[in-house]
């Protein structure tokens, strides 16, 4: 009979001693806010990565829009199958780099789960309720895992979530989340780019001649070839120059066209009017979804944050469109 080999966690902790100097070790992390006693098998971030899946935010990006809005195909990317794209990038990249697989894979299941319905309509939607600074979905999806749904995660998967978008300052403190920024990029761009095709909105001979050559027809290839390292988390300067290209065509050919930038709008309004209804009726708010202790307007915003495209639909069907 073959015989199996026990990893428990003091193994796979001393595996990381092998991982590159820059890389995080389980071991030493900067540790949870509530002190836990540890898994006889699996490190922190495994263990983190394996509580975020089990979340109940995560299973709800099935049902959230990543770019096209209620698409007619059962084959657009919605915001977990991004979130899945992203995992597995962020990890081959981290593999590649000798780095903290486990670590990046449980920042990249997380880095979303903090967006409302309707994709990055929402921030849009919200962000007048939050001035002077608004209202990110990265800083929300560390208040879902703090908060609402409370994983007491480790300090290292909570930073990378919450500067994930190369928006965010500081930026993140491992190497691993910056992996997640590149695999987030990466995954979204050339996904949207096969969903735009989908829809009609671009075909093959769209995109300009330089992104063409660089990284091939729109397909699987794009992320290989836009998933180069250099001994550091960076792509070479040609491929960051294509990638940056093809970054202001999509937003141009395809993110604020016309009648996709009018199904926005629509989402928009849907949520500030769910905003708006739900500060002025805070008790129609499930317990599920509160922290009694925050402001009335943050309690709304994680409400409203929370739905999937199509309860956020049917709310709005059932309390504000009478008859």
Not at 37 to 55: G, M, N, W
Not at 126 to 149: C, K
Not at 184 to 203: E, F
Not at 260 to 269: D, Y
Request: aromatic share 8%; with cysteine.
């Amino acid at each position: 009979m073959e015989l199996l080999i026990r990893r428990d966690r003091s193994v796979r902790e001393a595996e990381e001693e092998a991982l590159s100097a820059a890389a995080a070790r389980s071991a030493q992390s900067r540790g949870r806010s509530r002190a836990e006693e540890l898994d006889p098998f699996r490190t922190a971030f495994e263990r983190d990565r394996d509580r975020i899946i089990h979340s109940k935010a995560f299973r709800r990006l099935k049902h959230k829009t990543q770019v096209f809005l209620n698409p007619e195909g059962d084959h657009y990317v919605t915001r977990l199958t991004h979130t899945l794209h992203v995992a597995q990038i962020a990890r081959a990249l981290a593999g590649a780099l000798a780095l903290n697989e486990p670590l990046a894979e449980a920042i990249a299941l997380g880095h979303d789960v903090g967006h409302t319905p309707f994709g990055h309509t929402g921030e849009e939607a919200l962000s007048p309720y939050f001035r002077p600074d608004g209202w990110h979905h990265a800083a929300q999806s560390v208040r879902v895992y703090e908060a609402l749904e409370d994983l007491n995660l480790t300090w290292e998967v909570r930073d990378g979530i919450r500067a994930h978008s190369w928006k965010i300052d500081p930026p993140p403190a491992t190497r691993e989340a910056y992996c997640v920024r590149y695999a987030d990029r990466i995954a979204y761009l050339s996904h949207d780019a096969l969903d735009a095709m989908r829809a009609g909105v671009l075909d093959g001979r769209s995109f300009p001649q330089a992104i063409l050559q660089r990284l091939g027809a729109p397909g699987r290839a794009w992320i290989a070839e836009m998933s180069l390292a250099k001994g550091k988390v960076a792509m070479d300067p040609g491929t960051l120059a294509v990638m940056n290209e093809l970054r202001d065509f999509m937003f141009e050919r395809v993110y604020m066209t016309g009648e996709l930038r009018h199904q926005q709008e629509s989402a928009v309004g849907v949520i500030r009017r769910l905003v708006e209804h739900h500060l002025a009726n805070p008790g129609e708010i499930p317990d599920t979804y509160r922290e009694h202790a925050a402001e009335p307007v943050i309690q709304v915003a994680d409400y409203v944050a929370g739905m999937t495209d199509r309860y956020a639909l049917a709310v709005h069907e059932r309390l504000l469109e009478p008859g």
